[in-house]
Nanobody, 115 residues
């Protein structure tokens, strides 16, 4: 079983920065993909950024150049550094890990960007 705990959300003004953290526990070993998704009411959850156990990253076009995903050396904490935030980045952000053909989700953390 895998558990994910997110932290770091909050309220920030446009142009500001936030850093989200996701601490994973349980039976985690390569290969896996860890990522951040976000969702606003009435819309589908969308991928923001992902990183593989090998360190390959992928970003949504809307956040390229502004957000950076990274992980610690043990690979069990993943971070999302969000810079130059925009009001349209407002959403609930969810941490996800995909391994052994299963997908696990965190409880979500609210990010609100005021204009």
């Amino acid at each position: 079983q895998v558990q994910l705990v997110e932290s770091g959300g909050g309220l920030v003004q446009a142009g500001g920065s936030l850093r989200l953290s996701c601490a994973a526990s349980g039976s985690i070993f390569s290969p896996y993909v860890m990522g951040w998704y976000r969702q606003v009411p009435g819309k589908q959850r969308e991928l923001v950024a992902a990183i593989t156990s090998g360190g390959i990253t992928n970003y949504a076009d809307s956040v390229k150049g502004r957000f950076t995903i990274s992980r610690d050396n043990a690979g069990i904490t993943v971070y999302l550094q969000m810079n130059s935030l925009k009001p349209e980045d407002t959403a609930v952000y969810y941490c996800n890990v995909y391994l052994r053909l299963r997908s696990y989700w965190g409880q979500g953390t609210q990010v609100t960007v005021s204009s």
